[in-house]
């Protein structure tokens, strides 16, 4: 069982920038791991953001956050990392982290389905 805790969410101006992290625990993320972070608005479906290979230096970004958001981990704290740059009301959301234990192809990196574990979410607000 791997545990993800979220944290850093906020209100954030329109604009402006915010970091998110994810403290995983308990099981440790293999070699062939995934992380990623997905989001969700009310009314929305949860959608995709961003993406990375736990050991390896592959990242996959929605189009929507590509440029603006930044995903990185440290494997000597097992932390993921979303950092957001130039926030825009769209980007207001119930931020989730998750974990796909095992290897996965990068074509399926942004199927929330894939993903085996997943935190409680942290809000994040825009507004100005």
């Known amino acids: 069982q791997v545990n993800l805790v979220e944290s850093g969410g906020d209100l954030v101006q329109p604009g402006g920038s915010l970091k998110l992290s994810c403290a995983a625990s308990?099981?440790?993320?293999?070699?062939?791991?995934?992380v990623g972070w997905f989001r969700q608005a009310p009314g929305k479906e949860r959608e995709f953001v961003a993406a990375?290979?736990?050991?390896?230096?592959?990242?996959n970004y929605a189009g929507s956050v590509k440029g603006r958001f930044t995903i990185s981990k440290d494997r000597n704290t097992n932390t993921i990392v979303l950092q957001m740059n130039t926030v825009n009301p769209e980007d207001a959301a119930v931020y989730y982290c998750?974990?796909?234990?095992?290897?996965?192809?990068?074509?399926?990196?942004?199927?929330?389905?894939?993903?085996?574990?997943w935190g409680q979410g942290t809000q994040v607000n825009v507004q100005g």
């Open positions: 998750a974990a796909r234990s095992t290897r996965v192809i990068y074509g399926l990196w942004h199927d929330a389905s894939v993903y085996d574990y």
């Open positions: 308990g099981r440790p993320l293999s070699s062939t791991s995934v």
């Open positions: 990375t290979h736990w050991s390896g230096g592959s990242t």
